[in-house]
């Protein structure tokens, strides 16, 4: 099963949400998307050690339990207006798409992780933070 359909079957579940998949994976792609249709977490994973959620990657990166990410964090990573869009895409409020991914960006990334693909693209974690750092500097 690819990250589009493991996000959104567990988007589905955790929102309850009444729309089919198509319409999940869409809006998805559009949050999470490298503007050709893919999902980038190493994008997604960047901007997460450029700011002060590094910590938290890390652990969602790595082979032990994911340390949780607040609804507060999805709004400050991503903006009120794209999670705004993406809950009105879905069919659901922004506060609870929030919520919604809060819950599953951690297991999105475990997944893309596991046996290390992710983390081994972005030259270990050394390789995403110094990537990270660079972008602020």
């Known amino acids: 099963m690819d990250i589009i359909a493991i996000g959104t079957q567990l988007l589905n579940e955790r929102l309850g949400l009444s729309v089919d998949a198509d319409t999940i994976a869409s809006a ?3 949050l999470l ?6 999902i980038d977490l190493a994008g997604l994973a960047s901007r997460m050690a450029g700011g ?3 910590a938290i990657l890390q652990t969602w990166l790595g ?3 994911n340390a949780p990410v607040s609804a507060q964090d999805i709004l400050g990573l991503f903006g009120q207006g794209q999670v705004s869009e993406f809950a009105s895409t879905v069919g659901t409020d922004t506060d609870s ?4 991914l809060a819950d599953v960006l951690p297991r999105l ?3 893309a992780s596991s046996g290390g693909n992710l983390l081994d ?4 974690a050394g ?3 110094g990537a990270a750092k660079s972008l602020l500097g």
């Open 52 to 54: 002060n959620l590094d």
């Open 121 to 124: 693209s972005l030259g270990g």
């Open 109 to 111: 990334m475990d997944q």
């Open 33 to 38: 998307g490298d503007g050709d249709g893919n």
């Open 97 to 100: 798409a929030a919520a919604g």
């Open 127 to 129: 390789g995403l933070l």
């Open 28 to 30: 998805l792609r559009s």
């Open 63 to 65: 082979d032990g339990d």
